[in-house]
């Protein structure tokens, strides 16, 4: 059970109450044509994604692994259903970011607002004024952008990296104040794929620990 503990918190706190240090405050200003031609590509491009299924393989900063389905549907909706014998699910709705652990019967609850992801499933995504880019990356047939809320840059940092040519999403890495991080990586990608909107729900288990964090 303590593994399983471990676990759960490594999860939680690597998709939702993640943090890191701004490297640079100042990174909008320095930004060369390049930089904002990329960004603006890169804005682009996630604003016409108003939904997506796909596989996700997450890897944790301890090495181990899961895997399952994911759902997105913009604005604040997302579902990580994660495959047995995983007991993990993550659903985002209604302003807030729950974590469901069915062996140790717990339901946790954090405000979207307060976290990294948010800034992805956010009815339109804007890299200035609420959200700050702290890095832009280029590596051979790849984009990487990392981004902070610009009025609480501890709540997280997301790295969203990208296919380029044609751009594409293919993982996102969030890391924590202890420098651990968590990793997606998404494979059969379906963007604009039709969702019931009953998978954005969930009733929290009825017995065993409710817990709740952020305020």
Do not use: C
Not at 120 to 144: C, I, K, N, Y
């Amino acid at each position: 059970m303590a593994a399983m503990i471990n676990r759960r918190t490594a999860l939680l706190s690597g998709l939702s109450i993640a943090g890191l240090r701004v490297m640079t405050r100042g990174a909008e200003a320095q930004t060369s044509g390049q930089d904002q031609a990329d960004l603006a590509r890169i804005e682009a491009y996630l604003n016409s994604i108003r939904s997506l299924k796909a596989r996700f393989v997450q890897t944790a900063s301890d090495g181990s692994t899961a895997s399952g389905i994911a759902l997105l549907q913009r604005p604040g909706k997302m579902r990580f259903q994660y495959d047995p014998p995983t007991p993990f699910l993550l659903v985002a709705n209604h302003g807030f970011l729950t974590f469901v652990d069915s062996q140790l019967k717990q339901t946790s609850h954090i405000p979207l607002s307060r976290t990294p992801l948010g800034i992805l499933l956010s009815d339109r995504v804007t890299f200035s004024g609420e959200v700050t880019v702290t890095r832009l990356a280029r590596l051979p047939g790849q984009l990487q952008v990392s981004l902070i809320r610009t009025a609480s840059p501890g709540e997280g940092t997301l790295t969203l990296i990208f296919a380029d040519n044609p751009l594409a999403l293919r993982q996102w890495i969030v890391v924590d104040q202890q420098g651990k991080q968590t990793e997606v990586a998404f494979t059969n990608m379906d963007i604009g794929a039709s969702i019931d909107s009953s998978q954005f729900e969930h009733q929290d288990l009825p017995t065993g620990g409710v817990g709740s964090s952020g305020g």
